[in-house]
């Protein structure tokens, strides 16, 4: 995971140059230089596997941590004002999914997304067709629903 590597070495060397530091820097710095190596890609290279996601999402847990406060990370991440990044991961698929259906996108350079042929009363219209699959790479990828 050369991801995490470099995004430790990046905490590592923002936490010993910058000792006094204010939120809103703290925050710059982040969002600037860590989190967007953890997203980069993130609908290609989306972690499924529980010890993958515990990694990622300790680069920022370790990164939050910035002084040494009584405050779990769910708090420290409220008084940040950021979201965890298996959150992030989640409302970025569902924004992307939202941009292919409603046509947002060149329709050549995305995958089709095929509606459910399956009727139910319930729910709404807008429901997708999902291809079963063995692999669990092929099961967690973000184009699974694309019928090649």
Known sequence: MSKVKT???TIGLI????KNMDFQGFLLLYKSLIRSHLEYAQTVWSPFRSKLIEAVEKVQKC?????PSQLSYTQQLQKLGLPTLVY???RGDM???FKI????YDPKGVPFLQ???YCNIRGHNKKLFKLRSHLDLR???FIRYVQL
């Open 7 to 9: 995004c430790n070495r």
């Open 15 to 18: 936490k010993r140059n910058f």
């Open 63 to 67: 990164g939050t941590k910035n002084r």
């Open 88 to 90: 992030r991961r989640a």
């Open 95 to 97: 924004i992307k999914v």
């Open 101 to 104: 259906v409603h046509n947002y």
């Open 115 to 117: 509606p459910s042929s």
């Open 139 to 141: 099961k967690h990828c």
